[in-house]
């Protein structure tokens, strides 16, 4: 029943733990901790939609691209592409004839290994794959000690090593956060070389022109040679429409680029609804099916068959002081649908996880990501960007919230494998055993199967009142703070390999030296 | 389509909104705020379990039915209902052929409605009702001036009148927090009196005793008259298993004065598994299955057709310490079953909310509290209990909580309205009257729906971080404090007609002078 590629993850162990489980786990798995390679879904997704009401979407996006259409700026390679597929092109306008998009999408792969250069670390995405990604693109970060700043590239390495550390994070993300201290035009450097440097898991590179893809792409090749690389997925590049119904040659550029690669990219359209979207979920839904449509689809007419991943960033905004909201309702339960969409379509998905406004990591933080996050593990997400650290509405990344949001991406392990009904789980001898009105403490049922019983948070605090008192009365942030500490103290860096290492950095400084630093 | 008791709640206003968007419900709704009712749940229940594996849960409680038995100790009525409906009874242990308790509940109604002295605030329980209600039970109550301390008759009051003062509370609940200030024999008097006096919603009566329990009743007919109470659910009464598979006298002669006098009561078994229950996630369902079967049963038995709630209270447990941990995955998941299992067999459904552990209200309790909620609104519940205010495992009740919680309560009702598809929702005018590139800001679709658009917290900042910074950098906890301050400032009682109200303290005064005052 499981394919083959998906066995990767079910020969894993099935269940992990923080605490004295994970480390346990850590002994027997190397020196950093580490869960499964990622999570398969073991319970089904949640269906909110009639078919009815989905046809109905669908035909809203068929005629936003039939009737309005999408325009492709400056990028004549697209503009051909589209006009070789049969679009209406005038101008920069693109319109297209129900079916086209649809049809041109029959190449792309409903499911892809992305490799990483320790093959145990490889992540499946797409079927009932779920991976946890970090937070994406803050300029700044923040911690309790130092409060919030400009986010440099030792942040950036040491997000990276937490992610690593971490037994709940499958991938080591792209631009965690913004490594200002280096030049704007270097930075896509020193990022995947930070990923592949302080991680051994799969990584995602720049998208921010269409050279920097390439070098991203081409260090890549580095590691897993040529050959590999042309023939499987190492690199995502994720990719934003410039919403509402607008592509533009720095994100079509890249996107080809990966594509060209067979590379994955990751489309997503940012819809604040209200802003660059309606008001109305529904047509923040059937506009960001429109604009996903379009994007995959030009990566299929770039090269069939390359990998892609169906994306999407809804949110809302407050309506009384025009700020971005994250983390409400509206885009928790638009996710739902967006899944079913994704699904339809036979596309891989992107969803986001721990979205919130807060401004510091706290009852609302976690509030707010918890129901966005728990959206995205049940629309069916296959790899679930910001899974981790963010806070401020997407302008920081904070270390707190990193160990907040990481523990409960452990939490989701137990969550996601369901309720198992076999003998043992279902316990009949252990009632023979206590019968009516004694206890399990210690029955032979407890004792076999305690071990793995429950989840083991390494963050809450569970004790007693009285004993957590005597241990200082410490909130969650306080304690996560703590355990950053340890964690990057304890951090030991994956083995990699010399000449690999010197091919990198022997590029990097060619590269670095052929042109004058840009700061913008 | 909809069942004339729900036609209520479906012409209230479908959006309701704190901040701004409250204040303008306030004004055209009374007093207090207050939204619908209670909400219609507008998506689907989240199923996870397959037919064959929902019968193997049956079976294995049919087994621990027939096999093990439950003990019913103490109350030789109620093993004479037992005898008479074909029980196996021997002294106190009660074994049960399958499918005899199944028939016994075909009396029972699928769904009711609980009235509250204002008609406008009754609740529909069953279907695809949703009510939320205050946590129950805590000794001690918690804020951020004053810390943990016990709970007296004020707190007791000032939690009623904080759920009297959300408009996103249905219902006042029962035993908010004990007032231990009061004689443990006379309390439920004092508690009834306090819901019926600075409340106008639905609540719950004292269980502790068979007398509590007549006398909660008693006190509800002079408000309701012996007639209306005869026939129609005016209060309802929780009570628990004493798991594993044993019902005490306490228990069971409270659900059958509920019954008899054709009021509902909570079949409640609370099970810590590794405790009171195997640790194994199914052996649990399985066993709270067979002992909410038997005490909705007994309730049929009492009454046939008095109504009756299918409770349930998952719980897990720290292996590490023995502490019970809430709002964990494995009773979130596990609700999801539940919710499949009562629906078989036609019952209302109660789950809890706002589960959590943590001390404080900080990230940890709304982490847990988040996914515990979010829990009992997927699985289907109609009736959720400790919705707002749980904290330290449910020894405390916080008011910075309460107020956090019931603004998530608001969220929910957005967020259970699910995604409207209809022409003004699916917008296609308004992409026609933006076009690519431009925004939805001030557009006429936006102007037409953004009164409605977008849930607005009344806890949660939104704000850029500068703004939030000038305005004193606060936490959600300190916020929910200022809240719960002005909440209670601007309280203003509902009107109680002054017949009603010098009955009820007559009889107070009659039931308090009648005995001493007892301690324990």
């Given amino acids: 029943m499981i394919p083959a590629e998906e066995q990767l993850a079910t020969v894993a162990p099935k269940r992990q733990r923080s605490g004295r489980g994970a480390r346990r786990e850590q002994r027997s798995h190397g020196p950093q901790g580490l869960g499964r390679p990622y999570i398969l879904r073991n319970i089904p997704t949640y269906d909110i939609l009639s078919e009815e009401n989905l046809v109905r979407i669908e035909q809203t996006a068929d005629r936003i691209l039939a009737e309005i259409g999408i325009e492709f700026r400056d990028d004549p390679v697209a503009l051909d592409h589209w006009k070789r597929a ?3 092109v005038e101008g920069q306008l693109v319109k297209f004839e129900p079916g086209l998009l649809k049809e041109v999408l029959k190449t792309a792969p409903s499911k892809f290994t992305q490799h990483a250069r320790n093959p145990e670390r490889s992540v499946v995405i797409g079927g009932k794959s779920v991976v946890f990604s970090p937070a994406y693109g803050s300029p700044f970060v923040m911690d309790l000690d130092r409060g919030r700043r400009y986010g440099t590239i030792e942040d950036f390495r040491n997000f990276i090593k937490l992610a690593q550390a971490s037994p709940w994070l499958h991938h080591s993300g792209g631009t965690i956060c913004e490594p200002v201290d280096v030049p704007v035009n270097k930075r896509h450097l020193d990022m995947v070389y930070s990923h592949i440097r302080y991680s051994d898991r799969p990584f995602m590179g720049s998208v921010t022109a269409e050279n920097r893809a390439e070098e991203s792409i081409e ?12 023939q499987n997925c190492v690199i995502l590049g994720n990719v934003n429409v410039n919403s509402p119904l607008v592509w533009d040659a720095t994100m079509t550029t890249a996107l080809r680029a990966y594509a060209r690669a067979n590379q994955a990219a990751v489309i997503v359209p940012f819809i604040l609804g209200g802003a660059m979207g309606p008001v109305t979920n529904a047509g923040a839904i059937a506009q960001s099916l429109a604009e996903t449509m379009a994007g995959c689809a030009l990566t299929q007419l770039e090269r069939p068959g390359a990998p892609v991943i169906f994306g999407n960033f809804l949110s809302s905004m407050s309506l009384r002081s025009g700020s971005p909201t994250f983390g409400t309702p509206e885009p928790a339960i638009g996710s739902m649908v967006i899944g079913q969409l994704a699904r339809r379509l036979g596309l891989p998905l992107r969803c986001s996880g721990s979205f919130t406004t807060s401004k510091l990591p706290d009852a609302q933080a976690m509030n707010e990501s918890t129901m966005s996050m728990l959206a995205a593990v049940h629309c069916g997400a296959n790899f679930i960007l910001h899974s981790a650290g963010f806070l401020d509405g997407l302008l920081s990344m904070s270390y707190e919230k990193f160990v907040m949001d990481a523990d409960f991406c452990g939490a989701l392990h137990t969550y996601l494998d369901g309720v198992t009904i076999d003998d043992n789980q279902l316990a009949l001898d252990a009632f023979r055993e206590v019968g009516p009105g004694s206890h399990f403490f210690g029955c ?29 009365s410490t909130d969650t942030a306080f304690r996560a703070n703590r355990k950053w500490k340890q964690m990057l103290a304890d951090y030991e860096a994956p083995p990699l390999d010399e000449g690999i290492d010197e091919a990198l950095l022997d590029y990097m400084a060619r590269k670095k030296a052929g042109s004058e630093d840009a700061w913008y």
Same sequence: chains 1, 2.
């Fill in 219 to 230: 260090m890549a090749r580095l590691v897993f040679g040529e050959d590999f690389v042309e």
């Fill in 444 to 472: 032979a049922h407890t004792m076999a199967n305690y071990e793995t019983a429950f989840w083991d948070s390494g963050v809450a605090d569970n004790e007693p009142f009285e004993k957590w008192e005597a241990a200082g």
């Fill in 86 to 88: 049969g679009a209406d």
